[in-house]
């Protein structure tokens, strides 16, 4: 981390170090290694509605995002739920996503709050 960088930025290198931690990949959409780890968590992901901060992807299928914003929006992150919504249900460059993706987080790299998430069944 660096002075020079924005609030919003810092998020993200805070939130990068979570995903790492939970044994997430995080990459550059600029790069993506679809076969770097059963879980890949990438940034600035393109959809149709425009990047979004984190996608996360399990075993090559994407099925959450996360948004990221800086950390004096923790005492009201729900307020972007909508915009986090907006990501799920965009369609996502390189994936094949017919359907809006069930884990949806907003994230200041200190409190993370979820939007909604489903449980897989097979």
């Given at each position: 981390?660096?002075?020079?960088q924005?609030p919003?930025?810092k998020?993200?290198d ?10 997430w990949?995080?990459q550059?959409?600029?790069r993506i290694?679809?076969?770097?780890g059963l ?5 600035e992901?393109?959809?149709d509605v425009?990047?979004a901060?984190?996608v996360?992807?399990v075993d090559k ?17 729900t307020?972007v739920?909508?915009?986090?919504e ?5 369609k996502?460059k ?10 949806l987080?907003?994230s ?7 939007v909604?998430?489903f449980v897989f069944?097979?």
């Amino acid at each position: 981390m660096t002075e020079n960088q924005n609030p919003e930025q810092k998020a993200r290198d805070n939130i990068d170090a979570l995903l790492k931690q939970a044994g997430w990949v995080v990459q550059s959409a600029k790069r993506i290694d679809f076969g770097a780890g059963l879980g890949i968590a990438v940034r600035e992901y393109q959809t149709d509605v425009g990047p979004a901060d984190y996608v996360l992807l399990v075993d090559k299928k994407a099925v959450g995002v996360i948004e990221a914003k800086k950390e004096d929006l923790g005492h009201k992150i729900t307020e972007v739920e909508q915009q986090t919504e907006g990501y799920a249900a965009a369609k996502l460059k390189w994936v094949n996503n017919k359907e809006p993706l069930p884990f949806l987080y907003e994230s200041t790299g200190i409190i993370t709050g979820s939007v909604r998430n489903f449980v897989f069944r097979a």
